[in-house]
């Protein structure tokens, strides 16, 4: 299950980890995250204990969503080594989300 990421803990959870870190920014109201939602869930599955995968519910979080622009959603941000490497705004199928994140595993 993807890891729900908060102000309080974004810094432990992304900026420390030592691994590729995928973060979708959602909202409940959001149309196009609910389509992105459960894509998010299974990559969590696909990619446990290789990548830290979590949520951010924009509405709950604004602290990080100001902090890294975060305008329209969904939007998936990968982050590396504590940096943004890699992002997508909207919807997209798995496939494309996966090879982003494969690109950050190596």
Do not use: H
Request: aromatic share 8%; charged share 30%.
């Amino acid at each position: 299950m993807a890891l729900e990421i908060t102000d309080s803990n974004f810094e432990e959870v992304v900026l420390k980890a030592d691994k590729p870190v995928l973060i979708d920014f959602w909202a409940e109201w959001c149309g196009p995250c609910r389509m992105v939602g459960p894509v998010v869930e299974e990559l969590a599955k696909d990619y446990e204990g290789k990548a830290v995968i979590g949520k951010v519910n924009v509405d709950e979080n604004p602290e990080i969503s100001v902090r890294y622009g975060i305008r329209n959603i969904p939007a998936l941000l990968f982050f590396k080594n504590g940096e943004i490497v890699d992002k997508q705004i909207g919807a997209v199928p798995k496939s494309v989300l996966n090879e982003k994140l494969e690109k950050q595993l190596v």
